[in-house]
Nanobody
Framework: QVQLVESGGGLVQAGGSLRLSCAAS????????MGWFRRAPGKEREFVAA????????NYGDSVKGRFTISRDNTKNTVYLQMNSLTPEDTAVYYC?????????????????WGQGTQVTVSS
């Protein structure tokens, strides 16, 4: 399996921005679709965004559409999540995930490799 390490979380005021990064190792990065999920306190894990191996197709959860952007750099084995216009409702642990799926954006159930997570806290 691929190993994933997230970074870039922190504390930000409402309306601010953060960029999360996820570095992958252990397997050819271009073999994987990549995604971001989050889990807020007391809530179930929520799909945030996903991107196919080539970076040419993405999908977003309804709550982040128009505010978050997922991208990847296959030369750096890294996937990014640019988060803009953050609100306190975005406060969560954000997890990077990988799915060995090519050609289409995978469903949430296809992701089977996970990072440890990075905390994002948005203050009001």
């Amino acid at each position: 399996q691929v190993q994933l390490v997230e970074s870039g979380g922190g504390l930000v005021q409402a309306g601010g921005s953060l960029r999360l990064s996820c570095a992958a190792s252990g397997r050819p990065f271009s073999s994987y679709a990549m995604g971001w999920f989050r889990r807020a306190p007391g809530k179930e894990r929520e799909f945030v965004a996903a991107i196919i191996w080539s970076g040419s197709s993405m999908n977003y959860g309804d709550s982040v559409k128009g505010r978050f952007t997922i991208s990847r750099d296959n030369t750096k084995n890294t996937v990014y999540l640019q988060m803009n216009s953050l609100t306190p409702e975005d406060t969560a642990v954000y997890y990077c995930a990988a799915a060995r799926v090519r050609g289409t954006v995978p469903a949430a159930a296809d992701f089977n490799s996970w990072g440890q997570g990075t905390q994002v806290t948005v203050s009001s």
